[in-house]
């Protein structure tokens, strides 16, 4: 079965708006890491935190982790059309990788 | 650096004929995997291998067998197709000097058995 779960399975906000999706997983995790995937196209690796951080950023994007609650968040910031892509989050336990159905963000101009 | 490269882009079986899909990837990364995506789905681990002779079964291995020729290729085979395995493949791979974490991906082959 996926680990992990996004919510929710689509977003469509304006630009400018922040986005925020989440990410809940089942066992302890080595690290927990976001992709993007244009449709059609291969996954993009965008964001990865470790078991212990609770926090990191990069540019407009904030990640968060709570371990204790199995779950962690994406948050876009100043939202633009061409972030317009499905986000997956992805477990690691020891190199098993488990994806979870992904969030469908549509940013409109 | 081509990145992680995939052949063929498109492929279409007849159900029970066989074929394999090729990885290679110029990182000299140690891990690769092998994943599939089925419509509206992430990605779903078949096999992956952390590093030059070894392999290991994922979350969906049933009907595939890989193949870790060198440190540059890891193949996927399919002996005999079935429609439940139309679906689009990507294989990833991580592990280098400095981007251990990150998995870079191919772009991947659609798949359809008939």
């Known amino acids: 079965s996926q680990q992990g779960e996004e919510d929710p399975q689509a ?22 890491q976001w992709y993007r995937q244009n449709s059609g196209r291969g996954l993009v690796h965008l964001i990865l935190i470790r078991s212990n951080e609770r926090e990191k950023h990069s540019g407009r994007l904030r990640v968060t982790l709570d371990t204790s609650k199995k779950s962690s968040s994406l948050l876009i ?15 690691d336990v020891n190199n098993d990788m488990r994806f979870g159905a992904g969030t469908r963000l549509t940013v409109k101009p | 650096n081509a990145g992680v490269t995939q052949t063929p882009k498109f492929q279409v079986l007849k159900t029970g004929q066989s074929m394999t899909l090729q990885c290679a ?5 140690n891990s690769m995997y092998w994943y599939r995506q089925d419509p509206g ?15 290991d ?4 291995p049933n009907g595939y067998n890989v193949s870790r020729l060198n440190k540059r290729e890891f193949s996927l085979r399919l002996e005999s197709a079935a ?22 991906f191919g772009p991947g082959t659609r798949l359809t058995v008939l």
Not at chain 1, 11 to 32: D, F, P, R, V
Not at chain 1, 77 to 91: H, I, N, P
Not at chain 2, 25 to 29: A, K, S, T, V
Request: charged share 15%; proline share 2%; with cysteine.
């Open chain 1, 11 to 32: 977003l469509s906000i304006q630009e400018g708006e922040n986005a925020t999706m989440n990410c809940s997983y089942k066992t302890s995790i080595n690290n927990l």
């Open chain 1, 77 to 91: 910031t100043a939202s633009r059309a061409a972030d317009t892509a499905s986000y997956f989050c992805a477990t």
């Open chain 2, 25 to 29: 990837q110029d990182m000299n990364h």
């Open chain 2, 41 to 55: 789905m992430g990605l779903r681990l078949i096999y992956y291998s952390a590093s030059e002779g070894t392999t």
């Open chain 2, 57 to 60: 079964k994922g979350e969906v």
């Open chain 2, 83 to 104: 429609p439940s395995q139309t679906s689009v493949y990507f294989c990833a791979s991580r592990g280098g000097p400095r981007a251990w974490d990150t998995q870079y």
